[in-house]
């Protein structure tokens, strides 16, 4: 499976957009790029994810590079609700392999008010 | 729907005793997953089920522990017996199965071996 690379910890502002940068430089053709957060005390919760194309939902927008090799996990308009801890995780999509979420540290975002 | 259910939410118990957990996945939902949670580790799969049958184990720890899935809408994780490395936080997910379809966690269970 493809590693995927995020920053530590970030800080965003209350009401503003929070950009979560992720790595996977390893990526190959058949893979997805899953969302997970994890907010304290709670199991981790689904946010979003795509193949190829830039998906949104009413949580987030995912912008995946058209080499797939980076994406971008975007709240539009962060809450200290969403203060959680972000995972990046790329999903294979053969049958043999596809039902593994491998979830690594994440990355640990903080909204102040 | 009532999401993923497990039980109990926290559980202490002394080393050397069996403990069980229990999952009550969505109704619907083909696939099953017992994951381990532990500060050290990191969130871990332990076993992973497809139509009530075990596929992938591999996570499992040891012979201490033993999961089974009688029915589309329980599954058990025993640990016998246990141990104080044992205490982690064991979370229980469902889905459908296939990479398009996202996994929904259960609220947890915090297990705490003394």
């Not at chain 1, 910890?9 to 058949?30: K, V, Y």
């Not at chain 2, 044992?86 to 003394?114: H, I, K, M, N």
Request: with cysteine; charged share 20%.
């Amino acid at each position: 499976d493809a590693k995927t690379t995020q920053p530590p910890s970030m800080d965003c502002a209350e009401g503003r957009a929070a950009n979560l940068p992720c790595n996977h430089s390893t990526i190959s053709g058949n893979e997805y790029v899953y969302w997970y957060r994890q907010i304290h005390s709670q199991g981790p919760q689904y946010i979003i994810h795509g193949l190829k194309n830039n998906e949104t939902n009413e949580m987030a927008s995912l912008i995946i590079t058209e080499d797939r090799k980076s994406s971008t996990l975007i709240l539009p308009h962060a809450t200290l609700r969403d203060t959680a801890v972000y995972y990046c995780i790329v999903r294979s999509s053969s049958p043999s392999n596809d039902y593994k979420l491998s979830f690594g540290a994440g990355t640990t975002v903080t909204v102040r008010a | 729907d009532a999401g993923v259910i497990q039980s109990p939410r926290h559980e202490v118990t002394e080393m050397g005793q069996e403990v069980t957990l229990r999952c009550k996945p969505i109704s619907g939902h083909n696939s099953l997953f017992w994951y381990r949670q532990t500060m050290m580790r990191g969130l871990e799969l332990l076993i992973y089920f497809n139509n009530n049958v075990p596929i992938d184990d591999s996570g499992m720890p040891e012979d201490r522990f033993s999961a089974k899935m009688p029915n589309a809408s329980f599954s058990t994780l025993k640990i016998q017996p246990s141990e104080p490395r044992d205490s982690a936080v064991y979370f229980c997910a469902s889905s459908l199965a296939g990479a398009e379809y996202e996994q929904y966690f259960g609220p947890g269970t915090r297990l705490t071996v003394t």
